[in-house]
T-cell receptor, first 119, second 113 residues
């Protein structure tokens, strides 16, 4: 398997523009996660999906952020309008299953990330 | 709530030195515990994991033991190499079938020849 595939790897855009980040999870994985990484805040979970349904979007910073998963093999994270403070590395990850009831889950597999710079 | 605390970095060691990166967690029930590694310009890769108390995860010379009594999962390696220079993240997956991971803040390791 090719692993989790994200595109683009790098994105530079002007403030106010719409930005769309894309992710293809590993085939057969039930969970998909979007994380944001910055020096100041470290790794933050933005949203995650189970079987294409958003489960928890409490980490999405503002209404300018939205995420979709139209099918099991594709997800997007959109920022509209973008602002300089959105500059970060955005990671997509997928996970095959969770553990037995009462136990923790299994590991997540990460993509290479998209480095977003908003100028 | 659930949280992970790692020792602050950066950690700078000479080649062949012993490495310990401390990690403690707060969680109810029995979380799974993980160490991830991030090399420059890359995504996170799973280094090792443990799913129940007293389990020892190991990989590439790194080890960590799930200690429920001290709520810890410290990462150790007996002899580090320059190629181990990276950022290391401790993480937990809470019980309850949510699938999500909660990460510590990361610890940068720099190994000098």
């Amino acid at each position: 398997d090719a692993g989790v595939i994200q595109s683009p790897r790098h994105e530079v855009t002007e403030m106010g523009q719409e930005v769309t980040l894309r992710c293809k999870p590993i085939s057969g994985h039930d969970y998909l996660f979007w994380y944001r990484q910055t020096m100041m805040r470290g790794l933050e979970l933005l949203i995650y999906f189970n079987n294409n349904v958003p489960i928890d979007d409490s980490g999405m910073p503002e209404d300018r952020f939205s995420a979709k998963m139209p099918n099991a093999s594709f997800s997007t994270l959109k920022i509209q309008p973008s602002e300089p403070r959105d500059s970060a590395v955005y990671f997509c990850a997928s996970s095959p299953r969770v553990g037995r009831r009462g136990r923790g889950g299994t590991e997540a597999f990460f993509g290479q990330g998209t480095r977003l710079t908003v100028v | 709530g659930n949280s992970v605390t790692q020792m602050e970095g950066p950690v700078t060691l000479s080649e062949e030195a012993f490495l310990t990166i401390n990690c403690t967690y707060t969680a109810t029930g029995y979380p799974s515990l993980f160490w991830y590694v991030q090399y420059p310009g890359e995504g996170l890769q799973l280094l090792l994991k443990a799913t129940k108390a007293d389990d020892k995860g190991s990989n590439k010379g790194f080890e960590a033991t799930y200690r429920k009594e001290t709520t810890s999962f410290h990462l150790e390696k007996g002899s580090v190499q320059v190629s181990d220079s990276a950022v290391y993240f401790c993480a937990l997956s809470p019980p309850g079938n949510t699938g999500k991971l909660i990460f510590g803040q990361g610890t940068t390791l720099q190994v000098k020849p």
